[in-house]
């Protein structure tokens, strides 16, 4: 039976097909009558599920993180897509998780390749050295090519962390000429090492992307200090306060205590390293909300923004 992609969807089809199952609830209409409310995602979108029949016997035949076979019809309400589920139940055949998953626009493999030639470009030999030693580590690299940046925010998708990694690394390139105090080399660095510890973080199976047990038990910051103080020991005279230095940027990369970030920025690269990623992670944060387009002049709303976002194609703009 073939796939049939969310994006695809058309008001009225009848749809019969496998989808990743997000934040399932039941809940109660003006009726008292429960239902199920639920969204069905893949690696083309998500879109709203509501099922109204048989709601005390569907309930218990899925749950949320699960791919299901899902045999519904599609409907527009209020100039939003959603399917009428009639079926539903647990589909534990075999996948390919990269239709359920969305993959990175662009080539990992590439990605690494632009990556290596911005660090071969550095002057300090104790950072350069630090940073191949991670980015060509066996048990790293093939980790770090199909990581997500997160699990919902920015980012999040197969090859995501290392789309994100490249772009504040390019970022850092751009304005670190710009103010004579900056170091490019450290901001580099930071860009490269500040989310590494991700991939033992986040990992994707068919229940999506999940926080690790390990991820959930240290976090993304502590594991990446580890990294630094593993591989900075072995190479010769790697200068203490150097490695001080780096492990800041890590634990400070959050920018703010209530983020998570234990130590707040206290070196000029810090401070600039959690702009570029704010400014990365957000940016395409509202390119993935502007990217869902139902015909209409606005994205849906954005809970993270708390706005919507205008998305009109402009006229003047040629
Ligand atoms: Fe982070
Ligand atoms: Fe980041």
């Known amino acids: 039976m073939d796939k049939i992609f969310i994006s695809s969807l058309q008001d ?7 989808f990743l199952v997000k934040n399932k609830v039941i809940l109660r209409d003006k009726k008292g009558k429960n239902y199920l409310s639920f969204i069905l995602s893949d690696a083309s979108g998500e879109v709203d599920a509501k099922a109204w029949d048989n709601v005390d016997s569907m309930e218990g035949l899925f749950q ?13 309400y209020q100039s939003r897509k959603q399917v009428i589920v009639h079926k539903v139940e647990r589909f534990d055949g075999p996948v390919d998780l990269k239709d359920f998953i969305k993959s990175s626009d662009q ?32 048990t790293i690299k093939p980790l770090l090519l199909v990581a997500p940046a997160a699990k919902s925010i920015h980012h999040a998708k197969f090859g995501g962390l290392l789309e ?14 710009n103010y004579a105090k900056l170091n490019l080399d450290l901001l580099i660095y930071g860009a490269i090492f500040h989310d590494i510890g991700k991939v033992w973080e986040l990992k994707i199976d068919d229940g999506g992307i ?44 959050h920018g ?13 690269e810090a401070y600039v390293l959690w702009m570029l990623d704010e400014m990365d992670s957000k940016v395409d944060s509202i390119q993935a909300a502007m990217s869902i387009n139902n015909g209409e002049n606005w994205s849906q709303y954005s809970t993270l923004f708390e706005r919507h976002f205008y998305i009109k194609e402009s006229q ?3």
């Open 12 to 18: 009225k089809q009848a749809v019969a097909s496998t």
């Open 64 to 76: 949320s993180g699960d791919i299901v076979w899902v045999k519904g019809l599609v409907q527009v």
């Open 107 to 138: 080539k990992p493999e590439d990605n690494l390749q632009q990556l290596l030639q911005i660090v071969e470009s550095l002057k300090n030999n104790y950072l350069k050295q630090l940073i191949l030693d991670v980015l060509n580590d066996p």
């Open 164 to 177: 994100h990694i490249l772009s504040v690394s390019r970022l850092a390139q751009m304005i670190a000429p």
């Open 210 to 253: 999940q926080y690790t047990d390990k991820g959930r038990l240290l976090g993304h910051m502590m594991m990446a200090v580890e990294l630094v103080e593993r591989k900075a020991s072995r190479i010769f005279n790697f200068p203490e306060d150097l490695k001080d230095i780096c492990k800041h940027m890590i634990l400070s990369h």
């Open 256 to 268: 703010k205590l209530e983020y998570g970030s234990p130590k707040l920025p206290q070196t000029l």
């Open 316 to 318: 003047w703009d040629s």
